[in-house]
């Protein structure tokens, strides 16, 4: 497998693709909101002619009240490579999505979950609020606490319902570094000013092509019922605007600034990971660096490479 991995606005999506036409590959989507049916401007999600023609997994495939599962992705990517390997093609997986990356790539096992159990948790996350909870479980299993900000309640709440469904610190079920078959990543690197640039160029580029509208469609469809899908970066911000609690400057305004913290955090799950091949985002020879990285873990297997249709 491959996997193009990096923070959210660095290209991995392109990338993806020339990789995939030049090495005859099939894209595997590692980026939890574009399993959202609907969800296209603001997910940044590549239309049918960006693809070039390259086949693409798991995209579109959740309506926007369902919540997105962890263990159901891995299941269903896992089937997807397995069919892409079957064919005697080559598996690409592209995202952000940090713990969907490893969840395909790792061995990893999902913990359980149990509705009754997480709905007491969020209630008492909606009574005492992040800051209070997370002091709760600092107490109980201090290295996740750690490891997860005050302000992020429902990991909090995940880390709680973990702790108490298995008697086991939430850290013990994280994925260990130890790939379920051969597998390369490949890593884009950006500057955080440029980064930061580019961020916030996507977010006006969304707003022309009508993520208001798109938000406005998707509230039609149930979206405010959706408890992932609501949250999206952009998708909460509008639907904030649409219920009047906001004008539309400071909702493109919270928009950057939610977005940049969310780049901050991938690009930190990502370089914890030291099998990561990084090049920077405007490498001149990115596609050729990423295809020779490719070759080294495939002795006897070069594939069209450099020369490749996707090389001019």
């Given amino acids: 497998m491959i996997a193009v991995v990096g923070p959210t606005a660095s290209g991995k999506s392109d990338l993806a ?18 399993l959202y049916r609907g969800m296209d401007i603001g997910t940044a999600k590549m239309t049918v002619e960006e693809r070039c023609g390259v086949p693409h997994h798991l995209l579109d495939v959740l309506d926007v009240r369902q919540e997105a599962s962890v263990a159901a992705f891995q299941r269903r990517a896992r089937a997807a490579v397995d069919g892409i390997a079957g064919r005697g093609a080559l598996a690409v997986l592209a995202g952000g999505s940090g713990l969907y990356v490893r969840a395909v790539l790792d061995d990893l096992t999902i913990p359980p979950t149990d509705p009754l159990v997480r709905a007491r948790w969020e209630d ?28 992020n309640g429902r990991r909090i709440v995940r880390a709680l319902e973990v702790g108490e469904l298995t008697g086991r610190p939430f850290g013990a079920t994280l994925p260990r570094e130890r ?11 950006v500057p955080r000013d440029v980064l930061d640039e580019r961020i916030a160029a996507r977010v006006a ?4 092509a009508g993520l208001v509208e798109e938000v406005r469609h998707l509230e039609g469809l149930g979206l405010r019922e959706g408890r992932t899908a609501s949250r999206a ?71 069209p490479g450099r020369d490749g249709p996707a090389a001019g």
């Fill in 205 to 208: 580029r969304m707003w022309e």
């Fill in 124 to 151: 008492e996350l909606a009574r005492v609020g992040a800051s209070a909870l997370h002091a709760s479980l600092a107490v109980t299993d201090p290295a996740a606490a750690a490891n997860i900000l005050p302000t």
């Fill in 179 to 189: 790939y379920v078959r051969p597998a390369v990543q490949i890593g884009l690197g």
């Fill in 17 to 34: 693709v020339r990789i995939a036409l030049a090495l005859g590959g099939e894209i595997v989507n590692a980026d939890a909101l574009q």
């Fill in 233 to 303: 970066l952009g998708y909460a911000q509008v639907l904030r605007l649409l219920a009047g609690e906001c004008d539309e400057r400071e909702a493109v305004r919270d928009t950057i600034r939610a977005t940049r913290r969310f780049a901050r955090r991938q690009e930190s799950w990502f370089r914890r990971d030291g099998r990561i091949h990084w090049s920077e985002h405007d490498d001149p020879d990115l596609l050729g660096r990423a295809l020779d990285r490719i070759d080294r873990a495939r002795p006897g297997r070069r594939g």
